[in-house]
């Protein structure tokens, strides 16, 4: 089979690789699409120190049943599934209470682990996750990053009515935008490009801001009429902006962080105190694939006005390396296999 390999940094290639067999309580898969990631891109790069090499890439994946054990969750031969890509221990004090995103041995599918992007995949079948028959294969794998996006509305717990600023207008802003669209809130998207800003526009978001032409603070206590935001949501992984965050967050709200600075970010704990603000990490998800399979499949939140490109899986590799070098051309792109 063929499969998209990250030898080293900078080296990336489609090559041919053993068609893998299910061991234990796997499935195997004929994957269909998958999506490249911004830590694909990090792989490329060799910028993640969390990737090791030889390597594998794929973690937005989905497929149809080619061979499955019994299962207690009614899956079967000929089925659409989309892959939960994070792989826990059980174990550890997180998986114990269910917040399995966080496990202490935590292994991410094309991170830790060979991923998917290959013709075949195996997977266990408890992390497979049931799509509708109807549903289109270019958008069953965006499910992936809109659990991310969704992750970071209920650790904040955003409720209907409330602002929920968002920094960072990327695939997962852009889709935690959308998302608290669903769920009556009022999104404020703020990036330094106007071109994504447009297209926060483009789907639905009322309020944006321009932060690097205009004082995002004094945009948001306009927008929220003093208030300023109970919810911001940092989806950038910039330094200025989880600082940022303090600067928007009302008296008594709560910010929730999704990017990954490279560095620590000083924080001026005062104002955390003054303000009483609760932060919360927000990593992964845990729980909410079927909510996104539900919102994609019933187009409450149309993925595809993300999708800048799909390309054949021979395509797959020079597309990575184009966008490395190009990376605003690029919102998502997903390779059909």
């Known amino acids: 089979m063929k499969a998209i390999h ?12 053993s068609m893998p ?20 891109i990090g792989a490329y790069r060799g910028v993640n120190p969390l990737v090791s090499y030889p390597r594998t890439i794929g973690h937005e994946i989905a497929g149809e049943v080619v061979a499955i054990p019994p299962n207690d969750k009614g899956i079967r031969p000929g ?17 114990t209470i269910g917040r399995t995103n966080c496990c202490e041995r935590l292994q991410v599918l094309g991170v830790h682990v060979d991923g998917g992007m290959s013709d075949y995949f195996c997977h266990p079948v408890d992390m497979l996750v049931k799509a509708p028959d109807d549903m289109a ?11 991310i996006a969704l992750h970071g509305l209920h650790r904040t717990r955003l409720r209907q009515g409330e602002h929920i600023a968002i920094i960072g207008a990327g695939a997962i802003g852009l889709l935690a935008a959308m998302a608290a669209i669903q769920y009556g809130a009022v999104p404020i998207v703020i990036d330094i490009v106007q071109a994504r800003l447009e297209q926060a526009r483009a789907m639905g978001v009322q309020h944006v801001v321009n932060s690097s032409s205009e004082n995002a603070e004094e945009a948001i206590r306009r927008i929220t009429g003093g208030r300023k935001a109970e919810v911001v949501l ?11 965050t303090l600067d928007l967050v009302s008296h008594a709200g709560r910010i929730g962080l999704t990017g990954w600075p490279k560095q620590e970010t000083p924080l001026p704990t005062d104002w955390i105190t ?3 603000v609760d932060i919360v990490g927000c990593r992964t998800s845990a729980g909410e694939f079927e909510e996104a399979v539900e919102l994609i499949h019933s187009r409450k939140v149309d993925v595809r006005k993300l999708i800048t490109a799909t390309v054949p899986m021979d395509e ?7 966008i490395e070098r190009n990376p605003d051309r690029y919102l998502k792109v997903i390779v059909m296999l």
């Open 137 to 147: 294969w270019d958008v069953m794998c965006m499910a992936e990053p809109l659990t």
């Open 21 to 40: 067999e299910p061991q234990g309580n796997e499935a195997l898969i004929r994957v269909k699409s998958a999506g490249i990631c911004g830590s694909d």
């Open 234 to 244: 940092e989806a950038s992984g910039a330094n200025a902006a989880v600082r940022m």
């Open 274 to 276: 003054r303000k009483e």
């Open 6 to 17: 990250i030898a080293e940094p900078l080296s990336v290639k489609m090559i041919d690789a």
């Open 316 to 322: 797959a590799a020079r597309t990575i390396q184009d």
């Open 79 to 95: 089925d659409k599934v989309i892959v939960d890509p994070y792989l826990y221990c059980g174990q550890c004090y997180p998986c």
